[in-house]
């Protein structure tokens, strides 16, 4: 492991007005090296402002952040030489091979010599990418564009990477593949910030913060987010999905009643007791109940009651 008290990103009070509207206000967020941190939030949440200003491509208009050991605002160049920036939209050249990506992205980065030689062979070789070297990028799928941005991104070998939506639109089994070699980065000491708006991949997160109208709500390992979120799930299988959905959202405390195919979840603030108590509703009222079993909160129960809750507010 790394030294635990080794700050890659230090941010303190960071805020961003455009005019009027502030769209990232007082956010203050610690990441630590190897750690792989999300940042969560509906769509206009602030997550890509307060990423591009942590990259040092948007001035901040309040607060500070020292990343990668630079202050963002005074020496933006220094930073943005020491990281890697990826985003959904990939800034990939269409009408240039897999090869000459890379190698303009190792020209971009100033990367010469046997550096440059060995770099360009390391992440063609960890992405797996050899085989299509002579491909035009606009050729390849999703999943293989993404390999290709990754690659790209991290060619200068930068102790941070700044991943912004990375796997909006690819495939799971590419999402899986790009998750495990988000690992294996972190593992060799890359610091990753990531957004997503994906609840499985918070969940391979090492710590989350959300945030919701430019501030952070909650930020924590995804478990402690969970647990603090206070929910109680509960799963039931029944004849009459409509009914019981109707009879469990009259019940005190229900944050959620949802249906999957045949299986309805109920979320509720309360103890570990909601599964008898709902049952025995059900029961009552006369629906027959084929299943009932108590589930696992995730992050996406947590990060959707947040959202519900501020949004009554
Ligand atoms: N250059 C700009 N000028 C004015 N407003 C902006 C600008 N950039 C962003 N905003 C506004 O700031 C808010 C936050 O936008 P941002 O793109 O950071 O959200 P986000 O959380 O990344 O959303 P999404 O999940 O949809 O990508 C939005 O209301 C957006 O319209």
Same mark, same amino acid.
């Given at each position: 492991?790394?030294?635990?008290? *080794? ?65 963002? =605002? ?12 990826? /985003? ?8 240039? /091979? ?5 190698? $303009? ?24 990418? +050899? ?33 912004? *939506? ?17 690992? *294996?980065?972190?593992? +060799? ?12 991949? =918070?969940?391979?997160?090492? &710590? ?8 952070? $709500? ?16 509960? *799963? ?39 599964? +008898?108590? =709902? ?8 629906? =027959? ?13 947590? $990060? ?6 501020? &949004?009554?507010?």
């Amino acid at each position: 492991m790394f030294p635990a008290d *080794e700050l890659v990103v230090d941010a303190r009070h960071l805020s961003r007005r455009f005019g009027s509207f502030v769209a990232v206000r007082d956010v203050s967020l610690q990441v630590r090296r190897g750690e792989i941190f999300g940042v969560l939030g509906p769509n206009g949440a602030g997550k890509s402002t307060a990423l591009r200003m942590l990259c040092g491509v948007l001035d901040p208009t309040g607060g500070q952040a020292i990343v990668v050991g630079h202050d963002v =605002a005074r020496q933006p160049e220094r930073v943005k030489a020491k990281i890697g920036y990826m /985003t959904q939209s990939f800034s990939l050249y269409a009408d240039l /091979t897999v090869a000459e990506n890379i190698r $303009f992205y190792a020209s971009l980065y100033g990367l010469e010599g046997a550096t440059r030689r060995r770099r360009i062979d390391v992440v063609m070789h960890q992405s797996e990418l +050899a085989p299509r070297a002579g491909q035009l990028a606009a050729e390849l799928s999703g999943g293989w564009k993404q390999r290709l941005a990754l690659a790209c991104a991290t060619i200068h070998a930068p102790p941070l990477l700044f991943l912004d *939506e990375p796997t909006a639109g690819v495939d799971p089994l590419s999402r899986r593949e790009f998750w495990e070699r988000i690992h *294996e980065l972190a593992a +060799a000491g890359t610091t990753i910030v990531v957004t997503t708006h994906y609840m499985d991949e =918070a969940e391979r997160c090492h &710590r989350l913060a959300f945030i919701f109208r430019g501030e952070v $709500f909650d930020s924590g390992r995804p478990g402690d987010i969970v647990e603090r979120a206070g929910l109680a799930i509960a *799963e039931f299988e029944v004849d009459d999905v409509e009914q019981a959905t109707a009879l469990l959202q009259s019940l005190p405390g229900v944050e959620e009643c949802a249906h999957y195919g045949h299986v309805l979840r109920l979320a509720v603030h309360g103890g570990p007791d909601v599964l +008898a108590g =709902a049952r025995d509703h059900l029961a009552r009222a006369g629906l =027959a109940v084929r299943d009932a079993r108590q589930a696992r909160a995730t992050v996406e129960d947590a $990060f959707v009651a947040m959202v519900r809750r501020e &949004r009554r507010a």
